[in-house]
T-cell receptor, first 113, second 110 residues
C-alpha cells in the first residue's frame, strides 16, 4: 500500500455540488498538507495541519475547508464547487525532525463542469 | 514578486547534454531547500535536498547560494529518462510548509 493514499483518483462533478477529497497516511507524520496544481502555476498551498488540533490556511483557502479527523487522515472539501476549481490536488505529509521534504499522494484529478 | 521563481521552460536538450536549472527565493530567512521531479500527471518525488555545502548524487549536483538567494540543479550526461518537470521548493523552518516554484520542464531528445 502507498504511504499516502488519496481518494478518489479522478472525479467529475457539477457546479454547486459539495465534494470531499480524502487523504490518509501510514508514515506516522504529524504534518499534512493540501496543494492544488494548475498548468504554469506550480503547486499552491490550500491548507495545512501540524497536528490534529492545528489547522492553518494556505495561500488559496477561499472556497475550501478541511478536517483533520485523526493523525493519519486529512480531508479537503469544496463546499460548492466551481469550474475554476478544476485542478490536480495533492495531499502531502512531512516529519518535523527530518530534512527529507514531503511525501506526496498520487493526486486527485478534479473536473468541475 | 513570487516567493519562489524558476527558469521558464521548456528546456529541450539532446541526450548527453549538460543542463542547469536555477531557482530564486525572496525570503532570506529560508532554511531548507529541495529539488523535486514530477513526471506527467504524477506526484512530485524528492530528487535532492540542497545543503549549504552543495551536494552531488550521481549525475545530479545541487548548489545553494545564500548571498544571491538561489539554488541550482545541474544534470550531466542527460538521459531520455530525465525528461520531466523539475520543481524547486523552499521553506523557512525545518519541517515547515514548503513553497514551490512553478516548475521547469525538461525534454531530452535522442
Amino acid at each position: 500500500d502507498a504511504d499516502v493514499t488519496q481518494t478518489p483518483r479522478n472525479r467529475i462533478t457539477k457546479t454547486g455540488k459539495r465534494i470531499m477529497l480524502e487523504c490518509s497516511q501510514t508514515k506516522g507524520h504529524d504534518r499534512m498538507y493540501w496543494y492544488r496544481q494548475d498548468p504554469g502555476l506550480g503547486l499552491r498551498l490550500i491548507y495545512y495541519s501540524f497536528d490534529v488540533k492545528d489547522i492553518n490556511k494556505g495561500e488559496i483557502s477561499d472556497g475550501y475547508s478541511v478536517s483533520r479527523q485523526a493523525q493519519a487522515k486529512f480531508s479537503l472539501s469544496l463546499e460548492s464547487a466551481i469550474p475554476n476549481q478544476t485542478a490536480l490536488y495533492f495531499c502531502a505529509t512531512s516529519d518535523l525532525d527530518r530534512l527529507y521534504g514531503y511525501t506526496f499522494g498520487s493526486g486527485t484529478r478534479l473536473t468541475v463542469v | 514578486r513570487k516567493e519562489v521563481e524558476q527558469d521558464p521552460g521548456p528546456f529541450n536538450v539532446p541526450e548527453g547534454a549538460t543542463v542547469a536549472f536555477n531557482c530564486t527565493y525572496s525570503n532570506s530567512a529560508s532554511q531548507s531547500f529541495f529539488w523535486y521531479r514530477q513526471d506527467c500527471r504524477k506526484e512530485p518525488k524528492l530528487l535532492m535536498s540542497v545543503y549549504s555545502s552543495g551536494n552531488e548524487d550521481g549525475r545530479f549536483t545541487a548548489q545553494l547560494n545564500r548571498a544571491s538567494q538561489y539554488i541550482s540543479l545541474l544534470i550531466r550526461d542527460s538521459k531520455l529518462s530525465d525528461s520531466a518537470t523539475y520543481l524547486c521548493a523552499v521553506n523557512k523552518v525545518q519541517g515547515g510548509k514548503l513553497i514551490f516554484g512553478q516548475g521547469t520542464e525538461l525534454s531530452v531528445k535522442p
